[in-house]
């Protein structure tokens, strides 16, 4: 339930956008987790249409194919044991900051949550094929909460499921933040 209610609420704050994004979050079963269909969209997800996939992406329990993207998730549940729920999406304002090549500046209180907890991966490779995509992403975040992409968008790595949805929300104010500030001036 919550997997889809995070689903819901990070569409009504525009994070999605077709295909481009992926919600996980660890399932009972070690080496396992839940995430949507390949095919739907971030307002179509119920509990019932959640899959639980392994880690090369085979479907245990659920109808349909799951997003091959989603790849690299495993990638940081293996070296994060405290990760329970990943999101990564390409919401508008964390995109265009992306495309600037500029990390997110941590210079308003509402966005103390992500102070010194946002990395940022200023090389994106282009469309990764395979494992590679999961090795860069999983490198550029270590042992932060959130990662900003050049060129691509965020992945928030939750202790919860509640944790990831907020980040995911608040880095997407935080991107739209600095972008008005800096079209004003200097950030300081």
Known sequence: QKV????????DRGHDSA?????TARAEEPGTFYTQQLGL?????TPANLLRVDEDLNVL????????ANRFHSWIYRARPDVQCIVHTHALHVAALSMLEV??????????????????LPDWPGVPVG???????????GQKKAVLL????????????EEACSLAVLIERGANLQLAAMAAGTIK
């Open 103 to 120: 990390p997110l500046v941590v210079s308003h209180m509402d966005l103390t949550p992500l102070y010194d907890d946002c990395a940022f």
């Open 150 to 161: 050049a060129h691509h968008g965020h992945v928030i790595a939750g202790e919860w499921i």
């Open 19 to 23: 295909l481009a994004g992926q919600i």
């Open 41 to 45: 969209g971030f307002d179509e997800i």
């Open 4 to 11: 889809a209610l995070t689903c819901r609420a990070l569409f």
């Open 61 to 68: 329990s659920g109808d349909g194919m799951a997003n091959p």
């Open 131 to 141: 494992n590679e995509e999961g090795e860069i992403i999983s490198a550029a975040l």
